[in-house]
């Protein structure tokens, strides 16, 4: 067997570490890069106990040049799965400086010591918010690309970043994976997401609020008693926003096939993840509602800023030239995330 060794920097983050869970289980050797920011050091042994195998772990930040290579000078590193960013929109808006600084900084110093290395796959995280404000579904990955919030600048900033470094580099290989809205957890219930403080998100959000709702009422919190639903005079069919939910190990497994492709042709290439399904917010709830036996409340409030009605992926360029395809619906995403919070309230007490 050869066994190839993959960075993997953000690898203890969400997706990073389901995706070092698929890597481990699929004969990769796995070093994460990871400086704690949006996560812990429990995940590193949740990773080891699922997969029964050792992974080599950095405390570093990818934005130094010296501790980057420093694990490639100790590590013969054939490829990169480059998770590690800040990833919330509303406070991109806020801090934009912390957004370029960190999500760009961090892309150029792995590349430059990648090159120095000799290392030339690569696979980049971004995100369908690369595609604006949507003009037509389901999105193909040619369409117009724009952006309405600095965190989404700084994914199209990297593409372009890449673009340019294979242009110069013939022998550079790049996956940029466009992923739409990932949403489940592993289902050993160890491995899932929950965000530090009130959540952006929809799906860590409805987990709170079924969450608080188990609670006796005196012991409930007030800002999860109910889901803000964002609007229900969308032009969609209930009227809230639809999206394309993909499980997240789905997701990690697409970083499986991008990596052949990485390891099979040279230059860079765009593929969307997702399941090329919208479901709207209400389907998710009354979803979460039915799969897991538990009450979700929501109430309609006003229209998010910058969200649009609905965004899901076209699928078949993935399928034809990744071989990659869902396995999972919107039930298994559901009854996953649920694991994950029982198991983390059965683990610490309390979810939030
Ligand atoms: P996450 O915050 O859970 O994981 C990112 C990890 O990177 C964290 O563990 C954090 O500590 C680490 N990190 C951040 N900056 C770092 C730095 N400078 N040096 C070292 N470590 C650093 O996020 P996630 O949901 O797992 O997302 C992973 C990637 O996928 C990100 O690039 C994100 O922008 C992208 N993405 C996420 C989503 C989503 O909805 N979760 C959607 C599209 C794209
Ligand atoms: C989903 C739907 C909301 C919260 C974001 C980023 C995107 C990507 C994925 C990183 C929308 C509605 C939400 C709530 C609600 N991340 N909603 N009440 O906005 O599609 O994408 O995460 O790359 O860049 O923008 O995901 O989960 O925030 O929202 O009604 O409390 O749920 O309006 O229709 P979004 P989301």
Known sequence: MIYIKVLVTGGLG????????????????????DNLYNSTIDVLQRIEKITGKKVDFYDFDVCSYEAMDTVFSENKIEAVIHFAAYKAVGESVKE???????????????CKVMLKYNCQRLIFSSSATVYGKVRSLPIKEDAPLSTTNPYGTTKLMNEEILADICKANPNFSV??????????????????????????????????????NEREEKEQVAEYKYVKVFGDSYDTLDGTGVRDYIHVVDLARGHLLAMEKCF?????DFYNLGTGKGYSVLDLINTYEKVNNVKVPYKIVAKRDG???????DTNKAFKELGFKALYGIDDMCRDSYLYQKNYIKEHGEIF
């Open 14 to 33: 969400y997706i990073g570490s389901h995706t070092c869970v698929e890597l481990l289980n699929n004969g990769y050797e796995v070093v994460i890069v």
């Open 96 to 110: 934009p400086i912390k957004y370029y600084q960190n999500n760009l900084l961090a892309t150029l110093n792995l």
């Open 175 to 212: 996956v940029v994976l466009r992923y739409f809205n990932p949403i489940g957890a592993h289902k050993s219930g160890l491995l899932g997401e929950n965000p530090k403080g009130i959540p952006n998100n929809l799906m860590p959000y409805i987990m709170r609020v079924a969450a608080n």
């Open 264 to 268: 099979n042709s040279l230059g860079i």
């Open 307 to 313: 969200d649009i009605a609905a965004c899901y992926a």
